[in-house]
């Protein structure tokens, strides 16, 4: 994508996150271990929301989750343990019939409270936690 132009996102229907490129891309950007490029990635999708909805929450604590990601490469548990849980208290609050973006906010908080309690060492190279939309 060296040289072409990103195209400015704009808010999906969360359930027709297939649809959605910026979303998928930060996914793949994350699983790759690119947290910092998967936040770049999501941000721009997270702000064509209004800020209280749902679909706000879930990209922000996703975007809370690459953050983590970054520390974890930087081999900052502190950073980990501190994003991860900024991370759980967003998805916490979501309801988990709504299955925004495919993924499930019970799921995410709880990969996020266990990188709060347990973060990758600086051994790690990275989260070890890959995002599976369904």
């Known amino acids: 994508m060296y040289g072409q132009e990103d195209l400015p996102p704009y808010a999906v229907e969360p359930t027709h996150w297939r649809d959605?490129?910026?979303?998928?891309?930060?996914v793949d950007l994350f699983n790759h271990g690119y947290y910092w490029e998967a936040h770049e990635a999501w941000e721009g999708l997270w702000r064509a929301y209004p800020p209280e909805s749902n679909a706000?929450?879930?990209?922000?604590?996703?975007?809370?989750l690459a953050a983590?990601?970054?520390k974890a490469r930087e081999g900052r548990a502190r950073g980990v343990s501190r994003h991860a849980a900024r991370a759980r208290a967003l998805f916490a609050g979501l309801p988990e019939?709504?299955?925004l973006f495919g993924v499930s906010p019970d799921k995410l908080a709880t990969a996020a409270a266990r990188l709060t309690t347990e973060p990758p060492?600086?051994?790690?190279?990275g989260l070890k936690l890959v995002l599976r939309p369904e």
Do not use: N, S, T
């Not at 959605?20 to 930060?26: E, P």
């Not at 060492?121 to 190279?125: A, R, S, V």
């Open 97 to 99: 019939e709504a299955k």
């Open 68 to 70: 983590a990601g970054v």
């Open 20 to 26: 959605c490129k910026a979303f998928l891309h930060g």
């Open 121 to 125: 060492g600086p051994e790690l190279d």
């Open 56 to 64: 706000a929450r879930l990209l922000q604590g996703l975007i809370k």
